[in-house]
């Protein structure tokens, strides 16, 4: 082959790739960064799934959508049950924990916490017709059903002679209490209040004082400070420009304490 030949083929094929790039051969679009969210979603009104739309609600879900907005990720619900959170985080396989955990010593050696976003406290549901459980006192002896790997579970435990049953999910605790299997559920007040809304109250209400103020925290793993950084880079923000706000009210009809 000559290299007038050579040349010539060169051009040629420049030439064709210029025309495509020119006349319609798109660039792929860039792909959109992805966070991870691990949650275990059977904890309305935090996280749960919408059972019309099938798609991932709650107050922790549209939080993350907009601190991920803030931050140019497209945010993905990862479901799974709530023991198994940290250790996924710690895998790798999700990139944060937004599932109403509540911030504590314990938790804080094995994962990095965001500033709190919310404030709650352990309360008590009985049946309607219970007149002996008025108290976390009144809890001694008695059968209390609880979400596995929670601080509902973990205060349950320290009550003196109590038979704790642990279950994956707040609605199975419920199902215990309302089949009689179990006296009380202990468990986060907006939860409680929750289920009460939703149709709950018919057969079960609030006993007693909340205990334990508690503050809930997004988990990043040790590792990944940089993320955490961020993180709370963007709550800030959106306490700020009043999107925290609304969020707030949309789930639970009043808006946040002020500090």
């Not at 790798?92 to 976003?117: C, H, L, W």
Request: glycine content about 10%.
């Amino acid at each position: 082959m000559s290299k007038k030949w050579i040349v010539f083929v060169v051009v040629l094929v420049l030439g064709v790739t210029a025309a495509l790039t020119g006349c319609g051969g798109q660039q792929p679009a860039a792909k959109a960064k992805v966070l991870k969210m691990g949650a275990e979603t059977t904890f309305p009104p935090f996280e749960f799934q919408d059972g019309k739309t099938n798609e991932y609600a709650g107050f922790d879900v549209d939080l993350m959508k907009a601190v991920g907005k803030q931050l140019g990720y497209q945010v993905e619900v990862v479901s799974m049950g709530f023991d198994g959170l940290i250790p996924a985080l710690n895998a790798g396989q999700i990139d944060a924990i937004a599932s109403a955990m509540t911030i504590t010593s314990e938790r804080a050696q094995k994962v990095n916490f965001s500033q709190p976003y919310y404030k709650a406290g352990l309360s008590i549901v009985v049946k309607k017709d219970n007149a002996a459980i008025h108290s976390f006192k009144d809890l001694e002896g008695k059968r209390i059903a609880v979400q596995i790997g929670t601080t509902g579970a973990d205060e349950a435990k320290k009550i003196k002679d109590a038979k704790v049953r642990e279950f994956n999910s707040a609605s199975d605790a419920y199902m215990e209490l309302k089949a009689g299997g179990a006296d009380a559920v202990v468990n986060d007040l907006p939860v409680n209040q929750y289920y009460l809304a939703k149709g709950g109250d018919k057969d079960a209400k609030l006993v007693g004082d909340v205990l334990n103020a508690e503050e809930y925290g997004i988990a990043t793993a040790k590792k990944n400070t940089a993320l955490n950084d961020q993180i709370n880079k963007a709550l800030a923000e959106l306490k700020k420009n009043g999107e925290y706000d609304k969020i707030y009210m949309k789930w639970f009809g009043k808006k946040p304490e002020q500090k």
